[in-house]
């Protein structure tokens, strides 16, 4: 099922010149300089590696090599056992059958190169996936710990109003206490929600590799699926992780195959040049002279014909295939998780879209009511116990509606990676070209120098451990949805409408 708007485009919306930073930034920074990331890159170009270094167990392979003897004692003479000689060799092998050990190997290889590229596609879902996550929950704490400072303003407002009306007469001890209590734990709270601001920060850090700056709200997500199955249906035919286990399964089948060639037969041809020099020693005393030196191009056949082998090749077989076996049961498992994981994303999303419905009807229930008891309470017909429980049922309702807008973007988020459609490709990040595995395979996969030995490795991604301590200040307004005019409310009322207590 193909989204009518991609993603890319919806992110674009948020990457606006504003000094705010956006989720579209975050983004394209972790694709950066995420270190999950560019280390899941290292592992692949070493997968790369695997193909050539299969190739090379098929391919003519040339060598030399030379040696000078001295014979110290010698009980013949010269002619039988010069004193001394020198011996050179070059030659070529060249590997003519090997039982399909060879093609099969790469086959295997070459497989697992597409597996890793499938699992390098999953580890960039996955890490924008928590990046989101992550976004989301500097937000929703931000959100918290306003309405958290909010809600502490109001019952310091509260309370100070009760020690007046208990100065006159109007409350007693018990309200007064009550609001103390109540005070107390809404700085309890405050604290708590601050901590968890706090670790959402540095979270956010870690994942992005900078502090949040005043983040704006992320873009709507686009046209998610309209039932669990269809999520499914995508998700089984483009879930990278999937993918990759398949592919996984798909090499252990030559890898059998590599196995079963130890019983076969191998064929080899050398030729070479071989050079011989007795350095004056042959013959020599004898009374006459010979030939010193002497070289020979020799042509070898090698023939090697497995006939018993203690077992190891059949126990290797049973190893490949006890193998395949495991293989294809995590590919089993793998398709579970991704069916498991779409139809989970979209009940939370669905689920949190209701809760957001109904969080925001509570709030806006919640204020009126608390205006209604306020206003009952300048008349006698409500307590401070009323009040101060209205107002935390607001509050309630509040950090539950904020909740709730942050499970359903990231249930969103994480139904789209597990249709395999919340990758660098679909999100169309800015900050160069994507990092395309192709490449270095392209470059690799037939290379036959033994001197191109490839870059020494640089660490990509920063550190951060230059970056400030994070801490709970809030710069970003709190939303006016769920802002509570403290001033224009009044928390208490003193006069002859005072309830007598």
Known sequence: ??????????????????????????????????????????????????????????????????????????????????????????????????????????????????????????????????????????????????????????????????????????????????????????????????????????????????????????????????????????????????LAAQKTRDATAYDVRVAQAGRLPQVGVTVGEQYNNFLGSLGAGQGFTTVQSGAATTLGLQLQLPIFQGGRVSAQIRQARALRGQAIENATATERQVIASARSAYAIWRSSLEVIASAETAVNANKLSLEGVRAENSVGNRTILDILNAEQELLNSQVTLVTARRDAYVAGFALLAAMGEAEARDLGLDGGPLYDPTVNYGQVRRSISDFRDGPQPQAEAPGTRNIPAQNATVTRPLDPALKSDVDRTPALTTGENAPNR
């Open 1 to 242: 099922m193909k989204r009518a708007v991609p993603l890319a485009a919806l992110l674009s919306l948020a990457a606006t010149p504003a000094a705010a930073d956006t989720l579209r930034e975050a983004l394209a920074r972790a694709y950066r300089e995420n270190p999950t990331l560019t280390g899941s890159r290292a592992q692949q170009r070493a997968t790369d590696e695997t193909v050539p270094i299969a190739r090379a167990a098929g391919i003519p392979t040339l060598g030399t090599n030379a040696g000078y003897n001295e014979n110290f004692l010698q009980t013949g003479n010269s002619l039988t056992n010069p004193a001394r000689q020198l011996t050179a060799f070059a030659g070529v092998t060249v590997p003519v059958y090997q039982g399909g050990a060879v093609k099969n190997s790469v086959r295997a290889a070459e497989t697992r190169v597409e597996a890793g590229q499938a699992g390098l596609r999953s580890t960039e879902a996955t890490t924008f996936t928590d990046v989101v996550a992550a976004y989301n929950n500097v937000l929703r704490d931000e959100a918290i710990v306003g309405l958290n400072t909010q809600n502490v303003r109001v019952l310091d407002t509260n309370l100070r109003a009760s020690r007046d009306r208990f100065q006159v007469g109007d409350l007693t001890r018990t309200d007064v206490a009550q609001s103390e209590a109540r005070l107390s734990l809404a700085r309890a709270q405050l604290q708590s929600a601050q901590a968890n601001l706090v670790s959402s920060r540095e979270n956010y850090v870690r994942l992005v590799g900078q502090a949040p700056g005043v983040l704006e709200p992320p873009p709507p997500l686009p046209n998610l699926p309209n039932s669990p199955d269809a999520a499914v249906d995508v998700a089984l035919q483009n879930n990278p992780a999937l």
